[in-house]
C-alpha cells in the first residue's frame, strides 16, 4: 500500500536540556505533545534547528525513540539521519525503520565539498539500500549543494527516495526542481525550510515546510498554511508578514538556533542551556533579544509582556492615542514627583 505524500508544516522540534546538559526526556515529550494540539502535521527531530550535530549518534537515535514513542502515529515523523557516512547513515536508516518512522531526511555530504557526481553517488548508494523513505536535504550553506539535474535523476532512479527539504530560501530554483521532477514523478513532495518565504513556495508549488518558527508559533505556521492553500491570499499575506518579523528576530540577533531555544522558553518550555558555550556579551544580548521576542509574542496572545511592559507601536502602526496620554501622564507625574514641574 502507498503512503501519503509528505505534505503539511513538519516542526523541526529543539530539543530541552537537564542541568548536566543532557536531553530532557520529559520535557521533550511535554513540548511534543504542545505541538501536536497546536496543529502541526509532523515532527522532524534531528535538523539544523534541533542541533544534530551537537549530538552523539546514540542520543541523535535516543530523540527519535522518546519522540515515536510519545506521538504513536498520532502525526507523522520526519527524522533526520545523516551521519559520518553512508554505512552509518544507512545503519541509522534501519533503526528508524524500526521505529515505524514516516521517512528520513539526509543532508548532503557536509564539510567536504563534493561535485554532483559525487552527491549522486552518496544518495544513489542510499536509494538503492534504504529500508525507509527518503527526504534529500539540501542546505548550500552548510554541504555540497543538490543541484537540479541530481534530484531529477535521483528522483527517476529510486522510489524510496520520496522528497526533497530545501533551504535555500531560492523560489526560482525551487519552481526549477518542480518542473523538472513533477512530470515524471506526481507522488514526489517539495518542502521548503526558509519560513519567510512560506507563503510565496507554497503558492509555487511547495507541499509544504520544515520550519523553524512553527517550533514557537505553531498556530501562526499552521494558519498561514492554511489561508495559503485555500488561496485566501490577502489574510495569508498578513501572517507571512508576522511571521517574517518573528522569524528575522529569532534567526539574526543570536547564534543559530539560540534565538529559537529563548522563544521555545518564552512558550512555558525549560529549554535548559544549548551544549555551545556563550560569552558574557552573548548572555546578555540573548537576554536583550529574549525581552523583544517576549513583547512579540505578546502581541498575539502567546505570552504576557514583560514586566516594564513592552513599546507602543512600531514604525508601521500608529500609536493609540488613549495609551499615548497614558503615558504622558505617567511621565508628568514622575517630573512632579521629583520636583521638576
Known amino acids: 500500500m502507498a503512503k501519503a505524500p509528505l505534505k503539511g508544516i513538519f516542526t523541526p522540534n529543539l530539543i530541552p536540556y537537564t542541568v548536566d546538559g543532557g536531553i530532557n526526556e520529559q520535557e521533550l515529550r511535554r513540548y511534543a505533545d504542545w505541538l501536536i494540539e497546536r496543529g502541526v502535521h509532523g515532527l522532524y527531530p534531528n535538523g539544523s534547528t534541533g542541533e544534530f550535530t551537537r549530538f552523539t549518534p546514540e542520543e541523535r537515535r535516543r530523540i527519535v525513540a522518546i519522540l515515536a514513542d510519545q506521538v504513536r502515529g498520532r502525526v507523522p515523523i520526519l527524522a533526520g539521519a545523516a551521519e559520518a557516512n553512508v554505512k552509518e547513515t544507512l545503519s541509522a536508516c534501519e533503526y528508524y525503520a524500526s521505529l515505524g518512522i514516516r521517512a528520513v531526511a539526509i543532508v548532503a555530504p557536509?564539510?567536504?565539498?563534493?561535485?554532483?557526481?559525487?552527491?549522486?553517488?552518496?544518495?544513489?548508494?542510499?536509494?538503492?539500500?534504504?529500508?525507509?523513505?527518503?527526504?534529500?536535504?539540501?542546505?548550500?550553506?552548510?554541504?555540497?549543494?543538490?543541484?537540479?539535474?541530481?534530484?531529477?535523476?535521483?528522483?527517476?532512479?529510486?522510489?524510496?527516495?520520496?522528497?526533497?527539504?530545501?533551504?535555500?530560501?531560492?523560489?526560482?530554483?525551487?519552481?526549477?526542481?518542480?518542473?523538472?521532477?513533477?512530470?515524471?514523478?506526481?507522488?514526489?513532495?517539495?518542502?521548503?525550510?526558509?519560513?519567510?518565504?512560506?507563503?510565496?513556495?507554497?503558492?509555487?508549488?511547495?507541499?509544504?515546510?520544515?520550519?523553524?518558527?512553527?517550533?514557537?508559533?505553531?498556530?501562526?505556521?499552521?494558519?498561514?498554511?492554511?489561508?495559503?492553500?485555500?488561496?485566501?491570499?490577502?489574510?495569508?499575506?498578513?501572517?507571512?508578514?508576522?511571521?517574517?518579523?518573528?522569524?528575522?528576530?529569532?534567526?539574526?540577533?543570536?547564534?543559530?538556533?539560540?534565538?529559537f531555544r529563548a522563544a521555545v522558553g518564552l512558550r512555558g518550555f525549560k529549554m535548559g542551556h544549548g551544549r555551545q558555550p556563550l560569552s558574557d556579551k552573548q548572555r546578555t544580548d540573548l537576554s536583550t533579544l529574549s525581552r523583544e521576542l517576549q513583547c512579540m509574542l505578546s502581541n498575539h496572545g502567546f505570552t504576557d509582556q514583560p514586566v516594564g511592559g513592552c513599546p507602543i507601536g512600531d514604525s508601521t502602526s500608529p500609536a493609540n492615542p488613549a495609551d499615548v496620554s497614558a503615558i504622558v501622564q505617567q511621565v508628568v507625574a514622575e517630573l512632579q514627583r521629583r520636583g521638576l514641574m
Not at 499552521?222 to 518573528?246: E, F, G, M, P, S
Open 110 to 259: 557536509f564539510y567536504y565539498k563534493l561535485s554532483p557526481a559525487s552527491v549522486y553517488a552518496y544518495f544513489a548508494e542510499i536509494g538503492r539500500n534504504t529500508p525507509i523513505d527518503v527526504t534529500l536535504y539540501n542546505i548550500p550553506m552548510f554541504a555540497s549543494p543538490i543541484d537540479v539535474p541530481t534530484i531529477q535523476r535521483l528522483s527517476e532512479e529510486f522510489e524510496r527516495i520520496v522528497a526533497i527539504k530545501d533551504s535555500s530560501g531560492d523560489i526560482p530554483h525551487m519552481i526549477r526542481m518542480i518542473q523538472a521532477v513533477k512530470p515524471n514523478r506526481p507522488d514526489f513532495a517539495f518542502l521548503t525550510g526558509w519560513d519567510a518565504a512560506l507563503m510565496p513556495m507554497l503558492l509555487a508549488g511547495c507541499d509544504g515546510g520544515t520550519n523553524a518558527s512553527s517550533g514557537v508559533v505553531p498556530e501562526l505556521t499552521r494558519r498561514l498554511y492554511d489561508l495559503t492553500t485555500t488561496y485566501q491570499i490577502d489574510a495569508a499575506r498578513r501572517v507571512q508578514y508576522d511571521l517574517v518579523k518573528l522569524f528575522d528576530t529569532m534567526i539574526y540577533s543570536a547564534e543559530f538556533p539560540e534565538g
